[in-house]
DNA sequence: AAATTTACATACATCCTTGTATGTATGTCA
DNA sequence: TGACATACATACAAGGATGTATGTAAATTT
């Protein structure tokens, strides 16, 4: 087979980003050839050349394909939860555990992002592009916070910045522990019970 | 120079690892080349195949070199609050975040740790010491909860290697996070104030 | 003091990996 | 129905990185 439709070219894109996310959470991303990525599409390095300018543009491109439906999905939440904002913080983050536990393109990409990846030079569009994404969902986070704070559901001692950080830490280490061992725990449990417990813990007056 | 005493010899493996860890801690573990690690040292691969038989090899004697100090350490702070485990538990926790902060070389080793390396086939070796750190260290937390638990400092609702593997999570994502930006907030403060919701949280009856 | 071992440095062969250049068959458009 | 553009595959050149083999000067042993 040689040259495709148009809509076909696009199904390879996808399926080169397919391949990437499976061979990237396999066997780490720097340890990863081209060539290695083009094999498990059933394709050549020509077709990744083609649709991408190497391999840091390959992974833009991951991240964003991964980042906008869940960014997506997590605002739909919000939406939903408008009336009570420490329910809708609670639901997201059950959302996310879910999703990782169930979804294996989400896992894939945590498990990525968290243990097979290695922030570096080479990376550095990559990097930012994730560092924004951190940014904002921590903004997003620490407003829900401070709307909790005036809302009296949280003590006005709570620094919502701070919050936010940690709960976003809290989320991140929970899944990267069940990600290097997932039989070792139940994440939506166990990390239910955590985010109870924190949650409850930052309504505790000081 | 050429032939050195056996202190010497000593040391040269020392300066190996000390260089491994800042190139490691910079560069990331499967982008660092042994050449890379010699050079940072003022040496050649030479030395390196002589001190260590490979790269995994290396990154092992550099693990160990970190985690049994890091764990002694505990295991005095252990021994120094055996009347009260939660203040136990509270007080290594705080050290850890100490520890990342002011000394070099453990946040190297938490950047590397968290940041820097692929956890991939080819450091299987290493991927499974760190393992059975981690799970000697949710093994201890869990030990302190159950016994806090036994004490009635916190209700026998609270299962204790799901919170102990929580706190650890907690603790690493909080560790990522402020690595990934260490300006972004004040590990010391923002973490102390996230472990002490955690744990006032396990506290209330449920 | 000679022999041997140690602790490296240097040199070499091999194997990827990347980037690019080129080939090629097929859609697409005039 | 050409002519051109598209979507790849294939081929090629260059630079590393690894592992090993060899060299070597000092330390240690005998």
């Known amino acids: ?5 148009k809509e076909d070219a696009l199904a390879t894109r996808n399926l080169l980003l397919d391949a990437a996310s499976r061979v990237f959470s396999e066997g780490g ?9 083009a094999a498990e599409a ?10 991408f300018q190497n391999k ?34 609670r639901a997201k ?29 080479e990376l550095a569009s990559a990097r930012d592009y994730m560092l924004a994404q951190r940014d904002q969902c921590i903004g997003q ?8 704070i005036t809302r009296g559901q949280l003590p006005d ?5 701070g919050a936010a950080i940690s709960l976003l830490a809290l989320m991140d280490g929970l899944c990267m522990h069940w990600l290097l061992n997932p ?9 239910g019970v955590a985010l109870d417990a924190y949650l409850d813990g930052l309504a505790i007056p000081r």
């Open 157 to 161: 001692t709570v620094r919502a910045q």
């Open 93 to 121: 983050s059950r959302w996310v555990l879910r999703q990782v536990v169930h979804d294996e393109s989400t896992r894939q990409f945590m498990s990525i992002l968290l243990l097979r990846c290695e922030f570096v030079a």
């Open 1 to 5: 087979m040689v040259r495709k439709t």
């Open 29 to 37: 991303v720097g340890h990863t050839t081209l060539n290695d990525i």
């Open 183 to 191: 039989q070792a725990f139940d994440l939506e449990q166990v990390g």
């Open 56 to 89: 840091s543009d390959l992974i833009n491109a991951l991240w964003e394909r991964v980042a906008l439906p869940m960014q997506q999905a997590l605002d739909q939440i919000r939406s939903e939860f408008a009336h009570d904002v420490l329910a809708m913080t």
């Open 141 to 148: 986070l620490a407003d829900e916070f401070a709307l909790a």
């Open 42 to 51: 059933g394709l050549t390095r020509g077709a990744v050349y083609w649709h």
